[in-house]
């Protein structure tokens, strides 16, 4: 028995997986309160009859480490990069909220959930004109699944362990897998998934400085420090899309100067996630003008101080013991979220992980702190360390990972731990905390699949992400490894409840507070919506301006 499964039946197995239901695409009120009644500037259900032409603008924090969105672990990277692509499963351009065909027309999972089937779509060229065939899609997933040598994919952490083979099956791809996998489709269908023409990439040697696919707009100019361009793609193979000429991202470093260029107009919207507006800065901007519009950032981002557990001090048990209970999720709260965040913990979302109300019952999350601080002390003599220790902490070139960072550092001086902030751009960052050149990094975590499984990259032993190097835990490898197998919703919520109880156990992460950020649409934008993650519905296709 097989079972077809179609759009609208889709996003409700993963929204079942996630527990989450989707983002709304009303704008906020100040103090968080309920969604105005009045539709804002940009939904789908405005009756205005879409306009072509014109160029849409926005801007991220700063240079990508590259354009290779398979490889690099950044919205920086894979939202500026969407709309050269498309993916085999994309998320429904009209409405961003549920999965659609891209470059597979339909896809099968067998009845007990060990083989997924996509029937390739046919008449598609790549921007150079080389039809698009299900050999380029069997490339696709082999690259996705088990890359090249010397080459990452940000799914084969996800993908490798569960797929058996990839294989032709008439003009479909049949992908067989050891087990059933929950997250199959948003593992291919988000924008660190799409779909490269192999042949190019070898010529290329790699896709870091180009860009190439079969989306809605071509490859136009990427000039470091300056920003990203891309032109209409006349052959889109979706009829009458894009709407717009154009788009332009401009690689903005400075946080006043990004703020600056929404509140002028010299852009249409804010970024997303890292280049959206903090919430004092929404306010901020709301109070100015009524005709702007804001929008919830999908992807909750959550700053995590990473030890380094290869070597001393943070090798010491006892040393991440005192960092955890000496750091205040409490003031966390407030100073860094603005008083809209959740308390820092693994896994934040429900139905995942301990309540919060049990958290708050835990060492490091209590209060007042006096007793945390008492013991902190005390781990810290005991370890060696009475009168502390120097320490560089690395944070990337942007305030929502220099703020925390900061914020940390000056906490830790209560057990007499002396850091200093090291800020490094995007490139060297990722290349200190992959090659574990590092003592400790703050790094700001988002869940950019609706599932909790994408968080292991972090954490999971031998994924390139595991920026504590908790190589050798089997513990938790067993935990993990267990938990995504487990198709019953309650047995895997209880052995999630076991990672994040062994998470908080070993510590080789430090969670203080999970942050929310709001995408700023001025009134010209028309047809967005915000999606279900930050890591979704980027490629511009339905956007149109209204001047």
């Known amino acids: 028995m097989k079972m077809t499964f179609v759009p609208s039946m889709l996003v409700g197995l993963v929204l079942l997986l996630s527990g989450c ?41 700063g240079n990508p480490p590259s354009l290779d969105a398979h490889q690099e672990s950044t919205l920086n990277t894979w939202m500026i990069v969407a709309p050269f692509y498309t993916n085999l ?42 039809p698009f065939t299900l050999d380029d899609a069997v490339s696709h997933l082999k690259r996705l699944t088990d890359p090249p040598k010397g080459t990452i994919s940000n799914t084969s952490f996800l993908l490798k362990p569960v797929v ?10 049949k992908v067989a897998l050891r087990y059933p996998f929950g997250v199959m489709l948003a593992a291919l269908g988000t924008n660190f998934s799409p779909v490269y023409l192999e042949k190019y990439v070898e010529q290329q040697g790699d896709m870091k400085r180009t860009a190439m696919g079969t ?25 009458g899309r894009p709407y717009l000429d154009g788009f332009r991202y401009l690689f903005l470093s400075d946080q006043a100067t990004r703020l600056s260029a929404f509140r002028t ?21 709301q109070k100015e003008s ?25 090798k010491d048990l006892r040393v991440r013991q005192a960092v955890n209970l ?36 835990l060492p490091g999350y209590r209060q007042p702190k006096d007793a945390d601080i008492a013991a902190a002390r005390k781990l810290m003599q005991d370890a060696g360390y009475p009168d502390g220790f120097e320490v560089t902490v690395l944070a990337r070139n942007m305030p929502q990972s220099k703020d925390p960072a900061v914020f940390m550092t000056s906490q830790l001086a209560q057990i007499g731990v002396r850091a200093k902030v090291q800020v490094l751009e995007d490139a060297i960052f990722w290349d200190s905390g992959r090659k574990a050149a590092h003592e400790a990094m703050v790094y700001m975590s988002g869940w950019f699949i609706p ?66 950020s709001y995408i700023g649409v001025r009134p010209e934008v028309k047809n967005f919506t915000p999606g279900m993650s930050d890591a979704v519905g980027n490629s511009l296709e339905e956007i149109w301006l209204a001047k």
């Not at 058996?164 to 791809?173: C, F, L, Q, T």
């Not at 966390?332 to 958290?359: C, N, Q, S």
């Open 21 to 61: 239901a989707p983002a709304a695409s009303t704008p906020v009120v100040k103090g968080g309160g309920a969604p105005q009644t009045n539709a804002p500037a940009g939904t789908p259900k405005s009756a205005d009859t879409p306009r072509y032409g014109g160029v849409f603008t926005s801007y991220i924090t």
């Open 451 to 516: 599932d909790p499984h994408w968080q292991g990259r972090f954490w999971a032993p031998g994924n390139p992400l595991n920026f504590a190097g908790n190589d050798d835990d089997q513990v938790l490898s067993k935990l993990w490894d267990e938990q995504i197998k487990v198709a019953d919703l309650e047995s895997r919520k209880a052995l999630l409840r076991k990672v994040e109880e062994r998470l908080m156990e070993t510590l080789p992460g430090v969670s203080i507070v999970w942050l929310q």
């Open 265 to 285: 107009g010299k852009v249409n919207m804010t970024g997303k996630q890292f280049a959206a507006l903090a919430p004092r800065e929404m306010e901020i901007v």
């Open 326 to 361: 000496v750091l205040d999720r409490q003031a966390a709260m407030k100073v860094l979220a603005d008083g809209r965040g959740i308390m820092g913990k693994p896994l934040p979302v429900d139905p995942w992980g301990m309540a919060m109300d049990e958290a708050l019952k």
């Open 89 to 130: 499963i994309q998320i429904d351009p009209p409405t961003a909220q549920k999965w659609a065909p891209g470059l597979a027309e339909k896809w099968e999972m067998s009845g007990d959930g060990l083989a997924w089937t996509f029937d390739i779509r046919q008449g598609v060229k790549f921007h150079d004109g080389t």
């Open 290 to 314: 009524a005709q702007l519009a804001f929008y919830p950032s999908p992807s909750l981002l959550g700053p995590f101080f990473f030890m380094n557990m290869r070597k001393p001090p943070f």
């Open 215 to 239: 989306g809605p707009f071509k490859f136009k100019s990427y000039t470091p420090g300056v920003g990203i361009e891309g032109v209409k793609n006349p052959d889109f193979w979706v009829k």
């Open 164 to 173: 058996k083979s990839i294989d032709k099956d008439g003009n479909r791809v």
